[in-house]
């Protein structure tokens, strides 16, 4: 599904099927960014330093600030057949927070939770580790 | 003389905040945590690209993430502990920092 080539772009070669996974995850990352009541908002709002009641502001705004720019841009290339560096980097990243959200909206904490878990979520919890795994090899 | 006294006291809370100085030196630790969805091979991809640690040393500290749930993954000032600690959980990965015992 990706393809480092010779000239450093990373080929995106995805079906609609692959591409409408992609568009939804990069939409629920962003959605969940900007929405406190969005499910997936409390996985991305896990604690810097937990013996703290409260982190410092300015990592929290830091986190808010690159996940969202993140996702936006991720979101903006989803239909693009050619990606570079810095766009596939975004890819990544965004595809992981989406999977790690999901196990973690999920109540998927362990292997054995996981492996508990209904057919439709294993389907696409294996869905987004395939894009990853792939993705992972063009760095 | 009038300067003086200033400057004593400069020096007293110098030494006073001393011990203060010897409790923040305490190295601050970045903990990467297991989960049981994130590709192995993500992991050390985001190792190499946060850190630019070598592959040998990015696939050790996973497969410490992997086997003892967690791995101390880079240690020294809280400021940068921290900026690690966020670039690590904006890649996707569950982090902490926590100040040395």
């Excluded at chain 1, 410092?56 to 996702?71: F, G, I």
Aim: glycine share 4%; proline share 3%.
């Amino acid at each position: 599904m990706f393809i480092r080539r010779r000239d450093g772009r990373v080929e995106v070669r995805m079906n609609d099927y692959g591409r409408s996974v992609v568009r939804s995850a990069f939409a629920n990352v962003l959605a969940a960014e900007r929405d406190p009541d969005h499910e997936w908002h409390v996985a991305l709002t896990g604690p810097i330093d937990p013996s703290l009641d409260q982190d410092n502001p300015v990592s929290m705004l830091k986190r808010q600030t690159e996940t969202s720019t993140n996702a936006e841009l991720a979101s903006l290339t989803v239909d693009e057949q050619f990606l570079n560096d810095a766009e596939a980097w975004v890819w990544l990243t965004t595809l992981q927070v989406a999977l790690r959200s999901t196990a973690q909206t999920n109540g998927l904490h362990t292997d054995e939770q996981l492996a508990a878990a209904d057919e439709q979520m294993l389907a696409y919890v294996h869905t987004l580790q395939s894009l990853l795994f792939e993705l992972a090899a063009c760095f | 003389m009038a300067s003086t006294q200033p400057l004593r006291r400069t020096t007293t809370e110098g030494e006073v905040q001393t011990d203060d100085a010897v409790e923040t030196k305490r190295p601050w630790n970045v903990i990467v945590w297991n989960d049981p969805v994130t590709p192995m091979t993500v992991v050390v991809v985001i190792f190499r690209k946060i850190f630019g640690y070598s592959n040998n040393k990015c696939t050790q500290l996973m497969l410490a993430v992997h086997h003892e749930g967690r791995a101390l993954v880079w240690s020294g000032h809280r400021e940068r502990a921290e900026g690690y600690c966020v670039k690590l959980q904006v890649a996707g990965l569950q982090s902490t920092i926590e100040q040395d015992a």
